[in-house]
């Protein structure tokens, strides 16, 4: 037979030690908290949350603009006038059919569930801009033999091509040792 006052200590003596050790439900994640994206294309924003919410949970997603200025996304449910269109909500989840230099940003999806009940977690959406044109950096040498050239970034060289190094996988620059030129897309 178990005592109530066992049963008791024991739920007291792991309370005591959840909360001591910092250990918390009403948490809220992503997938990916940095999404990078072609203009005019479209991207999908996650948020999950834990199930100590509960089955009624509000999800809001804020938008903070690079100049500070914030403004929701999505609240009660529905999109903002400005969003209205081109942005719909599945599960948690934003999904922007067609992103915008504008949309450039930290997206915050906010999850709440009655007092104290709160939760959030951040999203930078990064819309990537081609133009067609071209910045060109060009390095000449003086008289004498044909030179090779190299190119530094941070004090690292840079590799000739960037898709077979991890740390550059992601650049976008044409690099010619030969001629000295190093050529970004704008």
Not at 58 to 63: A, G, I, L, S
Not at 119 to 146: F, N, S, W
Not at 156 to 183: H, V
Request: hydrophobic share 35%; aromatic share 10%.
């Amino acid at each position: 037979m178990v005592d109530m006052f066992s049963t008791g200590l024991v739920v007291s003596v792991a309370l005591f030690f959840l909360s001591a050790t910092g250990v918390r439900g009403f948490s809220v994640t992503t997938s990916n908290n940095n999404v990078r994206v072609k203009e005019n294309e479209g991207t999908d924003l996650t948020c999950s949350y834990s199930a100590d919410f509960g089955s009624k949970a509000r999800v809001e997603w804020k938008f903070k603009d690079i100049k500070g200025s914030q403004t929701y996304v999505v609240f009660d449910g529905k999109p903002t006038q400005p969003y209205a269109g081109r942005v719909t909500m599945y599960g948690n989840n934003l999904r922007i059919s067609k992103v915008t230099r504008k949309d450039n940003g930290v997206y915050d999806c906010e999850v709440s569930a009655g007092e104290g009940q709160f939760g959030e977690v951040r999203v930078q959406l990064t819309v990537m801009v081609t133009t067609g044109k071209v910045a060109m950096l060009t390095c000449h040498d003086g008289d004498g033999p044909p030179p090779t050239y190299k190119w530094y970034k941070d004090n690292i060289l840079m590799p000739a091509d960037p898709s077979k190094i991890a740390g550059f996988q992601n650049a976008t620059y044409r690099l010619n040792a030969g001629s000295g030129n190093l050529e970004y897309p704008l």
